[in-house]
């Protein structure tokens, strides 16, 4: 006999990943036109984080794997002393000695070559993309000087304020100017 009760029937699903990026009006609401963006400078900041780390990760994941078949290739004996008979007997302390400083010295010279390829991937997509930015409407200022028995129009100053989208380099580069001009 088959039980079709609601625990036995329903399926349970793994929750949804939030969207790293929404639709943000390009240009203003007027236009129709909307652009992915991210939601802010600190979501941003840590999906380009992620991607540094896990480009890094990876690069240094296939770096280990290429310094031990190269420790291995470098510390092998060579061909032809197998040829001369007995005296082609391999000490291998001496070749496990070899192998682990080859493969320290390799790896070594690849930690910072992971660190840069990672940037250098991340930034190209990341400064290109999106973030979502309030702007102040033109004319506030037209707003604010208003008669005082224009009371109504008051109201509207909370919503002057509008989401749009800039480009990740050009947050960046006025963030940094904001800085320096406070310092």
Not at 124 to 153: H, K, M, N, Q
Not at 161 to 176: F, G, P
């Amino acid at each position: 006999m088959e039980e079709y009760s609601a625990s036995a029937t329903t399926v349970a699903f793994d929750r949804p990943i939030p969207l790293l990026r929404g639709p943000i009006p390009a240009g203003g609401l007027e236009s129709g036109h909307y652009d992915l963006a991210f939601r802010s400078l600190d979501s941003w900041a840590a999906a380009y984080k992620r991607c540094e780390t896990q480009i890094k990760e990876q690069c240094e994941e296939g770096a280990r794997i290429g310094c031990a078949v190269s420790a291995s290739n470098n510390c092998k004996p060579a061909w032809w002393r197998s040829l001369g008979g007995g005296s082609g007997v391999v000490d291998m302390r001496e070749r496990e000695k070899c192998e682990e400083r080859e493969f320290k010295e390799c790896l070594g010279a690849t930690k910072n070559k992971c660190s840069g390829f990672a940037k250098e991937k991340c930034s190209a997509a990341f400064l290109d993309a999106r973030i979502a930015v309030e702007t102040e409407v033109e004319g506030l200022v037209w707003l604010a000087s208003i008669p005082e028995d224009s009371r109504s129009w008051l109201g509207s100053l909370v919503q002057a304020r509008r989401k749009t989208n800039r480009r990740a380099r050009d947050v960046l580069l006025n963030q940094q100017q904001k800085h320096s001009q406070s310092t």
